[in-house]
């Protein structure tokens, strides 16, 4: 009778045990699928055939009025050498996320193997910054505008093997005549729609994720600091991904959606 009891106890054991690793493998095949998915959605679904020609002038929205965003990065440097903030490196590239940083010419000389490091993912955008990061070009001669942009572009291709084709101005500061000097050397010129506001050593986490949520369109060309100024970007950057990809947005470079000729 014991033995009777102790085969029918196995059975059950058994049955429990069997029923237990089917659900957890389901578990794990809606993991995968999950994870597939989203590697998808991250990366390829959003980029579109060929990119637009966009009319001369500053770009500060991607050409689309799909639920896109680019994620770009200022990476400058004046007179303290500065590297790049690892935080919000090391969340993008696990990640996949597809960005563009804008390095300065003093940035790049202190930082050139981890520069030729992101250069080498098929993700990351290198783009021109200026060589010396002055934050009033509009106040600089003619051939002074086109020497910082010329020498910058001359050394990232140096580091990373690639020519840069977008340039964004220090501070954003510029004015006619030196827009199209920069564009004369065959450059577009990305700014922004509206800034983050990470470069505050007051802002917090919430109102850094906050401020952006409120703002953020489609097609939105988004600003952050990776040098070490963007002071809450590493903390509040995976919460506005979070929230912009449970609202349905994907994640570009520039050069999917803008075309240079």
Not at 100 to 109: C, H, M, Q, R, Y
Not at 220 to 243: C, M, S
Request: glycine fraction near 6%; charged fraction near 25%; charge should be positive.
């Amino acid at each position: 009778m014991l033995n009777l009891f102790g085969k029918y106890l196995f059975l059950f054991i058994l049955i429990v045990f069997l029923c237990g690793c089917n659900d957890t493998q389901k578990e794990i095949n809606n993991i995968k699928k999950d994870t597939a998915s989203k590697t998808i959605t991250r990366i390829d679904s959003t980029k579109i055939s060929r990119p637009v020609t966009i009319p001369k002038g500053v770009i500060t929205k991607l050409p689309s009025d799909k639920k896109i965003i680019a994620l770009t990065f200022d990476a400058c440097e004046t007179k303290t050498p500065v590297t790049f903030d690892e935080g919000i490196l090391t969340y993008l590239t696990n990640e996949k996320i597809p960005f563009t940083i804008f390095v300065s010419g003093k940035l790049a000389k202190h930082n050139q193997v981890r520069l030729k490091e992101l250069a080498g993912l098929n993700f990351v955008e290198i783009e021109n910054h200026s060589m010396n990061h002055f934050q009033n070009m509009e106040r600089l001669p003619d051939e002074k505008v086109k020497s910082e942009v010329l020498e910058n572009e001359k050394l990232l291709s140096e580091i990373t093997g690639k020519k840069t084709k977008f340039f964004r101005f220090p501070a954003g500061n510029y004015n006619q005549r030196v827009l199209d000097n920069v564009e004369n050397l065959g450059y577009r010129v990305v700014q922004w729609r509206f800034p983050s506001g990470d470069p505050s050593k007051n802002i917090s986490v919430k109102k850094l994720v906050t401020w952006v949520m409120y703002k953020v369109k489609p097609g939105d060309i988004l600003i952050f600091h990776i040098n070490g100024r963007g002071y809450r970007t590493a903390e509040g950057l995976p919460l506005i991904v979070k929230q912009l990809r449970e609202q349905g947005y994907g994640f570009v470079k520039l050069d999917y959606y803008i075309k240079i000729n």
